[in-house]
């Protein structure tokens, strides 16, 4: 019998008409939209259907994409695949928690709206900034980074990509350095500010006092946390989780070999794009890995898994 991990994107997954095949096919899915819309005041079918500059604003992003994932999320579940364990990237965390019945739909996208507004609005425009460095393993990374003053790791993806935050001089530093030191490449993103850096700590302190009037529910599975890569089974835990993610780093490589060793085989990334997927393959090829980005990947997904 397969363990089965339900993983979710984080932000840059979005892209314009996400989710509309389940919209349209889907009264669950449908209902996730426009419960969306109601308690947002936005028109989430027009942020998420349509083409348009507001889906790639922070702000937007990440309530479009949440709701997106725990759209299709329902539809997976009413055909009968359920997880054992979840997990998400970055924001995808929210979707995670959602699905182990740690909170509401509606309360996780209430909450990354409010989670985009702080994060984009920060730290101000040009003074932080991103990278990915390609080529080079986490641990030489910090090595060499460790003596630049406000620049950080931000996410271990997979092994030979990670992403480093900060100043934006201190991450250009930073670059020239890992580039002399064996890094492939090092590419600065395209991003509205530095995050998963300790310049966001103020940004998650304002997110905390939105948390605590947020409703946590028993978890009836557990999820595996960006912060720590362990498993998460007690509930109380989660708000103070979540006000340290937004400035710590996101150990994603981690968080899969920890479901790995706990004996899950089988990954179902649920979510636009194949992101990953695409880190999965650098990290355990052995285990089993899906996507479902589309209405017509549930069966064909379910129908594989058996």
Known sequence: MSKIAFI?????AQKAGMGADFYENSELAKDIYDKASECLGLDMKALCFEENELLDQTEYTQA???TTCLAMEKVVEEKGLVPQVTAGLSLGEYAAIAVAGGMSAEDAIRTVRKRGILMQTAVPAGEGAMAAILGMKGDAIEEVIADIDGVTVANYNCPGQIVITGRTDAVETANAKLLEHGAKRAILLNVSGPFHSPMLKGAGKELGKVLA???????????????TAE???DVTKT????EAQV???VRWEQSILTMIADGVDT???????RTLAGFMKKINRDVKMYNIATWDDVDKVIGEIG
């Open 8 to 12: 979710f994107p984080g932000q840059g």
């Open 64 to 66: 479009a994409l949440v």
């Open 213 to 227: 009037d947020i409703k946590m529910d028993h978890l009836t599975i557990p999820y595996v946390t960006n912060v």
């Open 231 to 233: 498993y998460v089974s």
């Open 239 to 242: 708000k103070e989780l979540l």
């Open 247 to 249: 400035a710590s780093s």
């Open 267 to 273: 990954f179902v990334e649920i979510g636009p794009g």
